[in-house]
């Protein structure tokens, strides 16, 4: 069975830095990773996805995230964060067809700006 | 607009009754599923489904059941022998392995 690991339940970063958030996943093949972002009371907006192909994929909203198959890795990362990046963000995996039976999730990292 | 329409936003159950929770999208989808989220827990599966008339248990069934006799709507109903059913619900439906989320529905326990 799949699984994974956001090892940071809270980060706190200044508007304008940089944002790194740690995703390890472990699933035997090659697994399809997700990173989905939440506001308070709401749903889950996908940031970004990678099935295949180039490891450095681009999503929504200026992030983007680095497949690692060497380290079990799937950060997100943006260049310069904005105080409506305030959110919830929630790490992915999907195994056969790309999580048609259902993605298993980390249990979320809370990102914090501090103006 | 399409997209992913659940209802009601806030449901308050009474013991022992069973509640059931609406989904309804509009994306031609042909997958659906019910997800259950807790504090600090992220989501966990409840159930799913591929198809019209064919649905599948997650890793936390017991407690729920559902139905989908149409391709549009997969609702969920918590019956009494969930005995822990306070949480934040979200239902998502799928194409081309991508899964897309309705806004929840959060159930209380009076």
């Known amino acids: 069975a799949q699984s994974v690991t956001q090892p940071d339940i809270h980060i706190t970063v200044s508007e304008g830095a940089s944002l790194e958030l740690r995703c390890n996943y472990s699933y035997g093949a090659t697994p399809y990773l997700f990173w989905y972002v939440q506001s308070p009371g709401q749903g889950l907006q996908l940031l970004l996805k990678y099935f295949s192909g180039d490891t450095l994929v681009q999503g929504i909203k200026g992030f983007e995230a680095e497949f690692k198959r060497s380290q079990s890795s799937f950060n997100l990362r943006k260049p310069s964060v904005h105080w409506s990046d305030a959110a919830e963000y929630f790490c992915?995996?999907?195994?056969?067809?790309?999580?048609?039976?259902?993605?298993?999730f980390g249990k979320g990292t809370h990102l914090i700006i501090q103006p | 607009d399409g997209g992913i329409t659940q209802s009601p936003k806030y449901l308050f159950r009474k013991e022992g009754q069973n509640v059931t929770l609406s989904c309804e999208q509009n994306?031609?989808?042909?997958?659906m599923y019910w997800y259950r989220q807790d504090p600090g827990q992220g989501l966990r599966l409840i159930y799913y489904s591929q198809i019209v008339n064919d649905f599948q248990k997650g890793d936390i069934a017991e407690g729920y059941s559902v139905s989908r006799e149409k391709k549009e709507s997969f609702p969920l109903t918590v019956t009494s022998a969930q005995k822990n059913p306070t949480a934040f619900y979200l239902c998502?439906?799928?194409?081309?392995?991508?899964?897309?989320f309705g806004p929840g529905t959060r159930l209380l326990v009076l």
């Open positions: 992915a995996v999907g195994a056969s067809g790309g999580g048609a039976d259902g993605l298993t």
């Open positions: 998502a439906s799928s194409s081309r392995e991508t899964q897309y």
């Open positions: 994306l031609n989808h042909d997958a």
